[in-house]
């Protein structure tokens, strides 16, 4: 990693945005070419071989990944999205805590469901715009306090969330979901050793993520409910549909969320993810793209202020900003931006001999 006055700038403004901008007016011709928006441009013609190449649907995907990139480039880059979801009964919630370290997500009595999106984070600092984006409500907020004292430094900036269970009757759980899973940095799905093979999960999500298998995990829960002979066999059924479904490199780790069988496995990859910065790189190598190098540049001004109200400083208090640029070669393929507090902490980098 190397740092400079301008680079980090330079990249962020310049590079990605022309990629945006780009993206942008491809949408903006596209939509004229399918009389959605204004006249193509004079002289270009309209045959059905041109206007087939911007059919609606993948318009409407790159309107939308416009949208995303835009939103969450603006905020922080210094913390990982990884989300739970699953189905009802699949023991999430119950998973979510035991990661957490407490009771956060109440697991279902009478009728196991998951209405409401739950977050916990480690280090807590930033996060605030970030959940507002992911419409997590304050009340089901959570942060780990005092994670360097707790042994947990390795999972600073994780941002966990606890999605609502995907087969619930609400309407707007479901769309929670669909929209969550597309906005996390990485999904880890729980399966129940019941339903691990039903057709819901697997054709809804699973399937149409075959090209992204390496920002996904599937865990296979509640494995103390079985002896050690169908353990083995349920989880190499599961690998077996996988496979069969294109998620060859989607890993399956069989655990137990009530007895703790499993989840070093699952807190090890969490570290891992959080740790390299894998959310990143593993995404943009999804689509065949591949990180060489991470650029900052570092800077102080004073703090707008919805950082000061996140950050708890008084308006105009002098903050380090942090730009980073994740680059392919020449290309700068992510940006983000890392606030804190400069009377507070100090920055300290190491660097390769």
């Known amino acids: 990693m190397t740092s400079s006055p301008s680079t980090g700038r330079r990249l962020s403004e310049q590079t990605l945005s022309r990629r945006l901008d780009a993206l942008a007016e491809l949408i903006r011709i596209g939509r004229a070419r399918q009389g959605q928006g204004e006249e193509p441009p004079q002289g270009q013609g309209q045959n ?13 995907d790159a309107d939308a990944v416009l949208k995303r990139a835009g939103e969450r480039l603006r905020l922080s880059g210094s913390h990982t999205v990884i989300a739970l979801a699953g189905g009802t009964g699949s023991g999430k919630s119950t998973l979510f805590n035991a990661l957490s370290g407490a009771s956060f997500s109440p697991p279902g009595v009478t009728r196991p469901t998951t209405r409401h999106v739950h977050a916990c984070v480690w280090g807590i600092q ?4 970030l959940l507002d984006w992911l419409n997590v409500q304050r009340r089901h907020r959570y942060a780990r306090a005092s994670v360097l004292d707790s042994g947990e430094s390795d999972l600073d900036g994780l941002l966990l969330l606890d999605l609502p269970d995907h087969d619930s009757v609400v309407t707007a759980s479901m769309a929670a979901v669909d929209r969550l899973a597309k906005l996390a940095d990485m999904v880890i799905w729980v399966l129940d050793p019941q339903k691990y093979a039903d057709a819901a999960v697997h054709n809804r999500y699973l399937i149409p993520l075959a090209g992204h298998a390496s920002v996904f995990t599937v865990v296979l829960n509640q494995i103390d409910t079985l002896p050690p002979e169908q353990i083995r066999d349920c989880e190499q059924d599961l690998r077996r549909l996988l496979d069969a479904e294109g998620l060859t490199d989607t890993p ?8 703790g069988e499993g989840l070093g496995d699952l807190r090890a990859l969490l570290i891992q993810t959080v740790r390299r910065n894998r959310a990143v790189t593993d995404r943009m190598r999804a689509i065949g793209i591949t990180v ?8 102080v001004r004073p703090a707008l202020s919805t950082e000061a109200a996140v950050l708890g400083l008084p308006a105009g208090a002098p903050v380090l900003v942090i730009d980073r640029a994740h680059q392919a070669g020449p290309r700068t393929v992510e940006v983000g931006e890392v606030v804190i507090a400069a009377d507070r902490f100090r920055l300290r980098y190491r660097f390769p001999a």
Not at 48 to 60: C, K, M, S
Not at 126 to 129: I, N
Not at 254 to 259: E, N
Request: aromatic residues 4%; proline residues 9%.
């Open 48 to 60: 059905d071989e041109t206007v087939a190449g911007f059919g609606p649907a993948l318009l409407d």
């Open 126 to 129: 930033g996060a605030g715009p």
């Open 252 to 259: 399956v780790l069989p655990v137990s969320a009530r007895t």
């Open 292 to 299: 060489d190098q991470v650029v900052e540049e570092i800077s």
